[in-house]
C-alpha cells in the first residue's frame, strides 16, 4: 500500500485501496488516485489581471497602488517586478521589489510583461 495517499476530504492517512479505488475508512470517501493527480496539477496554474498565464521567472507589472504594512508609501502602479516566484496561497506570487524587499503579492493585481 502507498504510504503517501491521504484522503482529500478529511487528510486522513488510514486510506486504503479497494479494486482501482481509494476509500477512507474516516469519512467513507471513495476516490481514483490518478484522478487526484490530474486535478492537483491543473489546480496550479496562476493568471494575471489579464488572464494570462504565469510561470516562474516571469516579469509583471503592479497594476494599481498597493499599500504596505510597516511602510510610508505604497508600492506605486507601473512598478517592474522581475523573476517572480508562484506559491500556493492568498499572495500567490514571492518576490523581491526594490526599495521594499522580499514579499508576496496577488496575481489579480499584476499583469504579465510580453517581450
Not at 500567490?92 to 526594490?98: G, T, V
Request: hydrophobic residues 35%.
Amino acid at each position: 500500500m502507498p504510504d503517501s495517499i491521504f484522503c482529500p476530504k478529511c487528510k486522513s492517512d488510514l486510506a486504503y485501496p479497494s479494486d482501482n479505488l481509494m476509500v477512507c475508512p474516516e469519512c467513507f470517501h471513495e476516490w481514483d488516485p490518478q484522478d487526484e493527480v490530474e486535478t492537483t496539477n491543473a489546480g496550479n496554474k496562476v493568471f494575471d489581471a489579464n488572464g494570462n498565464e504565469l510561470q516562474d521567472g516571469d516579469t509583471v507589472l503592479v497594476i494599481k497602488d498597493l499599500p504596505v504594512k510597516g511602510m510610508p508609501k505604497p508600492v506605486k502602479a507601473g512598478t517592474k517586478v522581475k523573476n517572480i516566484r508562484l506559491t500556493d496561497g492568498d499572495h500567490n506570487i514571492d518576490c523581491k521589489i526594490e526599495g521594499f524587499g522580499a514579499m508576496g503579492l496577488k496575481s489579480e493585481f499584476v499583469r504579465k510583461v510580453v517581450g
